[in-house]
């Protein structure tokens, strides 16, 4: 389950058709019933996203995330499934047409680093190599793929639902026509401040003829085993790629994750730099204060949005010395689908029958790891609040107070971050 957009919008006939066909989906008595359904819904979406009616699916499933969760997420889906694919007809000089799919995938990078971490356009001679190796090491016999010629960070990335299904379209026609493109390269993030680790991505439309695999482990002779030939197809990417990826990003550690659909793949990496924020900012921090992980303490808290809602949305994890009260440093742990609830969801990495790990479990496992013994938790849930002058995120101290994390004042000058 994924949460809607806060802003909400009136109610028109076109968001109550989104909801009456979702609902028909839900309630469908046969799977040749509820494929029905899933056209009509397709073909509503189609509409609205290639005129950029954005408004009318984002007050649909504001409503329907208040009220109906279970037809919320098939409206979801479907929302997502439209905005990330796309089909297309070709005539052959015989007359015969082939019908072309598309998928946008994602290709996430994770990426950390005391300095800057780069984005942007992604010179040709690297945006051949990477197309090269993604063709070789991950495709089916017969896709075709299209990059774009930008290392994306999360800012650049499309806003809205009709704003990546017009990149999908547009990367489409590059990827069917062998590359040769127009596509652009992304206009500039705004000025965030630099993190010591974050995602990049990079941007890909895969197309094959309708109905055919896009991608090596889907194909016929791998279905059996095909989670075996998956990792060692994402093991040739990192070993291939991971050297060109490398000259975008000078002066970090980067780890490659499997290039999905985009809307999973984006989660995925939300998720997977988590960890990896910790264990920088805990290496950060021992190297700059010259302490070691067993002379910090970390203090956990959550937070949500509302004053009368116990919802925790993410929680904050606030660095001090062992023996001091001041916060020096700060993360937040962002939580996605059910985490909130009952910890990782079900489609997660703890499916398969195990008990679900709760997120503040979690969070001290990874502390732990690195070395970090001495962990607060903190039983108040906080609404999120920041900094009036930086806008940075407030983190509780050990006696619970909200606070702004600083550096003492004899820290060497270097960068600061906070994720």
């Known amino acids: 389950m994924r949460r809607p957009s806060k802003d909400s919008s009136r109610l028109s006939a076109e968001s109550q058709r989104l909801i009456s066909l979702s609902k028909a989906i839900v309630q469908a008595a046969s799977r040749v019933e509820e494929r029905t359904w899933e056209r009509n819904l397709d073909a509503q979406l189609q509409k609205l996203l290639k005129t950029n009616h954005q408004e009318s699916i984002d007050a649909a499933l504001n409503v329907l995330f208040k009220g109906d969760l279970a037809v919320y997420d098939v409206l979801m889906d479907g929302v997502e499934a439209v905005s990330e694919s796309s089909t297309m007809v070709e005539q052959g000089a015989d007359g015969a047409e082939t019908t072309w799919q598309a998928l946008l995938v994602a290709a996430p990078i994770l990426a950390w680093t005391r300095f800057a971490i780069a984005s942007g356009t992604i010179p040709n001679d690297i945006l051949g190599a990477l197309t090269a190796h993604f063709s070789a090491h991950l495709l089916a016999e017969g896709a075709q793929a299209a990059i774009a010629p930008t290392l994306y960070s999360i800012d650049q990335l499309p806003r809205t639902h009709a704003d990546t299904y017009a990149l999908t379209h547009k990367l489409a026609q590059a990827a069917h026509k062998n590359g040769k493109n127009g596509v652009k390269p992304a206009e500039p993030g705004p000025d965030t401040s630099q993190f010591l680790a974050d995602t990049r991505y990079l941007l890909v439309a895969v197309v094959a003829p309708q109905g055919a695999p896009l991608f090596r482990w889907q194909e016929p002779q791998h279905h059996v085993h095909f989670e075996t030939e998956r990792d060692a197809a994402l093991e040739q990417w990192r070993a291939q790629a991971g050297p060109n990826i490398g000259r975008l990003l000078p002066g970090c550690g980067v780890e490659l994750l499997l290039p999905e659909a985009y809307y999973v793949a984006c989660r995925e990496a939300d998720k997977e730099i988590r960890p990896v924020s910790i264990r920088a900012a805990v290496h950060y ?54 985490e909130d609830e009952e910890g990782t969801p079900m489609e997660g990495p703890a499916g398969g029958g195990e008990r679900p790990t709760a997120p503040i479990d979690e969070i001290v496992k990874h502390l732990n790891e690195v070395g970090i013994a001495h962990v607060k938790r903190i039983g108040e849930r906080y609404v999120a609040e920041y900094c009036d002058d930086c806008g940075a995120p407030l983190f509780a101290d050990p006696s619970g107070e909200l606070v702004h994390a600083e550096m003492p004042e004899d820290t060497p000058a270097g960068n600061e971050h906070f994720h």
């Open 285 to 338: 921090l021992t190297h700059t204060l010259g302490v070691e992980p067993n002379d910090l303490r970390a203090v956990i808290a959550g937070f949500g949005d509302e004053v009368n809602d116990n919802q925790v949305d993410e929680y904050r994890v606030g660095f001090t010395l062992r023996q001091q009260p001041d916060v020096v440093y700060g993360i937040v742990w962002p939580l996605y689908g059910q």
